[in-house]
């Protein structure tokens, strides 16, 4: 991703190689569910009030006078299995595998949590390369709603992105998601070079976090081998 492009990033660099930095992956530490930590942006913190939960069976039932809704629902549900996801209130969201795509290279996947080298990076990639980012996931149990996703990077102690990505809403569903976001290039230059730490976020409307990841990664002159 390119580093400047965030939604809130900071800018501190004062040279144009610098401002060139861009983020990778690598990994040392994973937090799940309601242990999340908090984020170093204040409006990570706001939860959407939408009211209390519901089963799906109890949301189909309330919703049968409203056709527009309720087909709205059942086509979000697809083929889910009512009485095999039960009456379970809160979602279910596991992420699997991180999946970098870069042209002209077999793809990189990268299971969660990250699995660091003798260095503490979980991979490394090339300056000046266009890749793109793919997550796989599985919804349980109920509907997730407005799924988001936020990755923050530092270079030497200096936050370089801020990048938060609206995924949206998904029912329970037993194959995985593939959610892919946009490709971005890494940066070029000798500043550009070196370790960088991030910390990779998914949460919900309800401020649930389903994922929090802190690690490392690298970006080199050449492709490792």
């Given at each position: ?73 059942e086509q979000l549900l697809g083929s ?75 270079k030497k102690g200096m936050k370089v ?8 809403t998904f029912s329970p569903q037993k ?51």
């Amino acid at each position: 991703m390119d580093m400047e492009k965030d939604n809130s990033a900071t800018s501190g660099h004062n040279t144009d190689d610098e401002d060139k930095v861009t983020r990778k992956l690598s990994s040392t530490s994973i937090v799940t569910d309601d242990e999340c930590g908090g984020d170093d942006d204040n409006d990570e913190k706001r939860a959407i009030l939408l009211g209390p939960q519901m089963g799906l069976k109890e949301q189909l039932e309330m919703d049968k006078d409203d056709e527009s809704l309720r087909k709205w629902k059942e086509q979000l549900l697809g083929s889910v299995d009512l009485n095999e996801v039960g009456e379970t209130l809160d979602p279910d969201v596991k992420f699997h595998e991180l999946i970098i795509v870069t042209p002209d290279r077999p793809d990189l996947v990268l299971p969660i949590p990250f699995v660091p080298d003798s260095k503490g990076f979980a991979f490394a990639l090339k300056e000046g390369s266009r890749y793109r980012l793919k997550f796989s996931f599985i919804v349980a149990n109920n509907i997730v709603s407005g799924l988001r996703y936020t990755n923050i990077v530092w270079k030497k102690g200096m936050k370089v992105e801020n990048n938060k990505v609206m995924l949206g809403t998904f029912s329970p569903q037993k194959e995985p998601y593939i959610y892919e976001l946009e490709e971005e290039t890494t940066p070029a230059g000798y500043l550009a070079r070196g370790s960088y730490s991030a910390k990779t976020k998914f949460v919900d409307d309800d401020g649930k976090c389903f994922l929090d990841m802190n690690y490392y990664f690298e970006i080199r002159k050449d492709w490792p081998n």
